[in-house]
């Protein structure tokens, strides 16, 4: 079956640990996002991945970190920086850009502990 | 700044009703819109995409509009049905930007 896929679904951080969160999509998507839910809010970009090798910043970077080495993969770092970070994160992706339909997966829920 | 205005936050309806969920944008620039759909917990959606040349959007009972002059989109569903209650999101993209820029949602809840 052809989608996206997010793990863990759940995850729990000490204060002062850096996690990674796992995004991976077989859909031949160029195109990754992750964003971040917080209740009563819209979504939020955090990053954004048009191309292998190559992601931007989006509105609410800080803390965080990403990389692109592989097309189906855009795993994202939530830092020891990010001073708030429980919050439902979701990934994305779409053929080649924000103008496509998105694409998301289940989503993760960190919490910090 | 774009921004994103979804009302109501939350609906509640009896099975079978017909209903409207508003979204307005102030930048009538967009290149596309898009509704989505989200379950407690789990990811979204995608219902419909209307792009700025496009009037409206069917599928099955859901009709998206987008009126891109006056800043506005409506998400009708008809007939709705218990399975229907979930929070109901719109969602602009604009040219020249990756960025999708999102509502926060109306929380339907259809009543058997």
């Known amino acids: 079956d052809g989608g996206i896929t997010q793990s863990p679904k759940y995850l729990f951080r000490k204060e002062g640990q850096n996690v990674t969160l796992s995004c991976e999509q077989n859909l031949n998507h160029d195109a990754m996002y992750w964003y971040r839910q917080d209740p009563g809010q819209g979504l939020r970009l955090i990053y954004y991945?048009?191309?292998?090798?190559?992601?931007q910043k989006g509105d609410i970077a800080e803390g965080y970190s990403v990389s692109r080495e592989k097309k189906e993969s855009f795993p994202l770092t939530v830092t020891s920086a990010q001073k708030n970070p429980t919050a439902f994160y979701l990934c994305?992706?779409?053929?080649?850009?924000?103008?496509?339909?998105?694409?998301f997966g289940p989503g993760t829920r960190l919490t910090v502990l | 700044k774009q921004e994103v205005t979804q009302i109501p936050a939350a609906l509640s309806v009896p099975e079978g009703e017909n209903l409207v969920l508003n979204c307005s944008f102030t930048d009538s620039a967009i290149y596309n819109l898009q509704w989505f759909r989200q379950d407690p917990g789990k990811g979204l959606t995608s219902l419909l995409l209307?792009?700025?040349?496009?009037r409206e959007q069917t599928s099955g009972r859901l009709n998206a509009s987008l009126d891109k002059s006056s800043g506005r989109s409506t998400l009708y569903i008809a007939a709705s049905q218990p399975g229907d209650s979930a929070t109901y999101l719109c969602a602009v993209s604009q040219g020249g930007s990756e960025k999708l820029v999102f509502g926060k949602g109306t929380k339907l809840t259809v009543n058997p």
């Open positions: 991945s048009q191309i292998v090798n190559d992601f």
């Open positions: 994305a992706s779409s053929i080649a850009g924000s103008t496509d339909t998105q694409y």
């Open positions: 209307i792009q700025s040349s496009q």
